[in-house]
């Protein structure tokens, strides 16, 4: 079903199934022989979710050889990796920015993330975790009967990113007079383009000078390209749907062109570095994309990292 203004989900469906899915692929990560990453929450949280055909894959019991179609540029065998990868920059992220003294962090629409938890934080940090009460109420209580302590203050702002978040997030004790490291993982391509701009307004509007952003863009592809994409997907999970887990993908993001996120924030202060999905893979040791992979490969996934200026 296509995405909407007023749209609900869980972590079992439409856009909350794909945090689902990450968690899946970095559970994995974790298990691989050389991992990049240690996320031993991924998969009770996974399991707590209970998505059988997910809990299965990232158990092992249901591997990607089994599920991917040879002939689409998309396969789920490529997630462990590339979520390994995007797993390690956003952490560096953060240990960039708390070696930098910032003693503030915000996790927008942070889903499974457990980052609060798993993360060797300063003392003196806290942490803003940004989602729907459900989401924050449903991780805080798997982790709690885990045994799970934060590793920082974490603070859970409840609210969704359409209403009012800056307000919630003022009310739970955010200083805007601070500088803050933000993330934005795994989220501008289920916005709107304008809902995309909104949040990077109200980030800036936060923000002291030596704030950090870190975020991950999609680029812009045109309405055949959309298309493409669509074709591609549908064939990509045909044997997910076999197995009970018909999740469209095509139908989660939004279509318009979108403004490049660096050039964006440039133009409100913000100076930018970027790399692709593909740049990271190479700079971690793992396996990269062959030429001429379709332009809707997650491999053309950019990830920029942003410093707010004065």
């Not at 031993?40 to 809990?55: I, Q």
């Not at 540029?73 to 590339?82: E, F, R, V």
């Not at 740049?279 to 997650?298: F, H, I, K, N, Q």
Request: overall charge negative; hydrophobic content about 45%.
């Amino acid at each position: 079903m296509a995405r909407t203004d007023n749209d609900t989900w869980d972590l079992a469906t439409s856009v909350g199934a794909t945090a689902t899915m990450v968690a899946a692929a970095r559970a994995i990560a974790t298990r691989a022989d050389d991992p990049l990453i240690d996320d031993r929450f991924a998969e009770p949280l996974v399991r707590a979710v209970g998505v059988d055909f997910l809990t299965k894959w990232a158990t092992g019991d249901l591997p990607s050889t089994d599920l991917d179609d040879p002939e689409s540029h998309w396969k789920l065998g490529q997630m462990p990796d590339a979520m390994a990868v995007r797993t390690r920059f956003f952490d560096a992220f953060f240990a960039e920015a708390t070696a930098a003294g910032i003693r503030q962090a915000v996790i927008l629409a942070s889903g499974l993330d457990a980052r609060a938890y798993r993360l060797s934080w300063p003392t003196g940090m806290t942490v803003f975790e940004i989602d729907q009460p459900a989401v924050l109420a449903f991780k805080a209580a798997t982790l709690a009967e885990l045994g799970a302590q934060p590793t920082a203050d974490r603070r859970g702002v409840a609210v969704d990113l359409r209403d009012d978040w800056p307000g919630a997030l003022t009310q739970a004790g955010f200083d805007h007079t601070q500088p803050t490291a933000w993330i934005a993982e795994g989220l501008l391509g289920y916005l709107p383009p304008e809902a995309q701009d909104r949040l990077l307004d109200n980030i800036t509007a936060l923000s002291a000078d030596g704030s950090r952003l870190a975020t991950e863009a999609i680029p812009n592809i045109s309405e055949a390209q959309h298309d493409q994409a669509r074709e591609m997907m549908r064939g990509a999970t045909e044997k997910w749907r076999e197995h009970g887990f018909d999740l469209e993908f095509s139908e989660l993001g939004y279509r318009g062109a979108r403004n490049d996120v660096a050039a964006y924030l440039d133009s409100l202060d913000w100076v930018s570095t970027s790399r692709t999905m593909t740049e990271l893979l190479a700079e971690y040791g793992r396996p990269t994309p062959p030429p001429g992979t379709d332009a809707v490969s997650m491999a053309a996934t950019t990830y920029h990292a942003s410093i707010k200026q004065s």
